[in-house]
């Protein structure tokens, strides 16, 4: 059950009870990866789990995942690690890595189980809260305690605190609101297990395709430009491209931008889209859609440029430039060294 709204104060007999129920917590992580490399979300992750008490605990399922699991024992403030291997695990699908979380679960019960509220995230953690029969907590921004979290509502324009009844909270974290743990100065134990049968029956990995680009991955660049409609056309975005070269930075887009067929879909930010975080986003061409400010309003710089003095972009822009974008951004870029 949750319990969403304004948390009073609590009492001192309520912090004693916050302070022993730490001692007892235990968390289990749901590593993400590529079945070579660890998702960069996950550290932040352990981040938040930390902040939970109690020991942590991180899945690394796959069907060979002896590599990750090695890097994951290095992360400061793991206690252990769990890896299961099984040919079925490869690529993650929820419906193969669900059966294995609960069977870690049951065996071993955990207070939290916590994922980061990326595609794979969103996907596996609603799935495993069915399954316990408890209520998922997603996408949250922030822990107040063991069984109180902070996340948004309404595309970032309204915060809410929930409180979980459930004996095991299952949530999403956002990784953009926590730092990542420190990849180095841990020493966990790496245990093998094959518990949990892997189903194969309503689901088989066949293979991806992922886009390649000598640019930085969108959700870990510290500089990203980003376009909107206002770009008007495919062609048009390599204005964008060729910036964004210069210094070093990924390239995003709005939905707008998406749809009107400018770019891809695994470049849009916003609520339907990556939530980023950067040292500077450069938004060009974006009117400030409260759905795309959602995405990236968290990030450290932001830069505007829009001929329209009136776009809501510039009430969360830090710098701002009235001017066409057209004449800006390669008057900017000819001014540029490349990297």
């Given amino acids: 059950m949750l ?21 007892f917590a235990s968390t289990l992580v749901i590593a993400e990866h590529d079945g070579a490399v660890l998702a960069a979300g996950t550290l932040n992750t352990i981040t938040a789990a930390s902040k939970l008490g109690g020991n942590i605990t991180v899945l690394v399922a796959g069907a060979s995942p002896k590599a990750v699991a090695d890097t994951v024992s290095k992360v400061k403030g793991v206690s252990k690690v769990v890896a299961v291997e099984h040919a079925g695990l490869k690529g993650l699908l929820t419906e193969a890595v669900t059966p294995v979380v609960i069977a870690a679960h049951k065996k071993t019960p955990f207070t939290h189980i916590v994922a980061p509220a990326t595609t794979f995230g969103k996907t596996i953690i609603p799935n495993i809260a069915g399954k316990l029969d408890v209520a ?13 979290f902070v996340r948004t509502l309404y595309a970032g324009n309204a915060i809410a605190t929930v409180q979980s009844t459930d004996a095991v909270k299952v949530v999403s974290v956002r990784t953009t609101a926590f730092e990542p743990a420190a990849a180095t100065g841990g020493s966990a134990a790496v245990e ?9 029956t309503q689901s088989v990995f066949v293979g991806q395709e992922l886009v390649k680009s000598d640019r930085p991955e969108l959700a870990a660049a510290q ?21 964004a ?18 770019v891809s879909n695994d470049l849009q930010i ?15 061409g974006i009117s400030g859609a409260i759905q795309h400010l959602a995405g990236m309003k968290d990030s450290k710089t932001i830069v505007a440029i829009n001929k329209d003095p009136e776009a ?16 800006a951004v390669p008057e900017l870029s000819s001014k540029v060294k490349a990297k």
Avoid: C, H, W
């Fill in 3 to 23: 319990r969403t709204g304004l948390v009073s104060a609590p009492t001192a007999a309520a912090r004693l009870f916050s302070s022993a129920s730490a001692r």
């Fill in 136 to 148: 998922p907590i997603s996408d949250i921004i922030g822990v107040k305690s063991e069984d109180t």
């Fill in 192 to 200: 093998s297990s094959s518990d949990g049968a892997v189903d194969q």
């Fill in 223 to 243: 500089v990203i430009v980003s376009g909107g409609r206002a770009l008007k056309s495919k062609e048009n975005f390599k204005i964008l491209y060729d910036f």
């Fill in 245 to 262: 070269d210069k210094i070093g930075a990924a390239v995003g887009a709005t939905r707008a931008a998406v749809e009107a067929g400018y």
């Fill in 270 to 284: 916003g609520q339907t889209g990556k939530i980023v975080a950067p040292t500077l986003y450069m938004a060009i």
């Fill in 312 to 327: 809501p972009i510039f009430q969360v822009a830090d710098f701002g430039l009235v001017e066409d974008l057209f004449k």
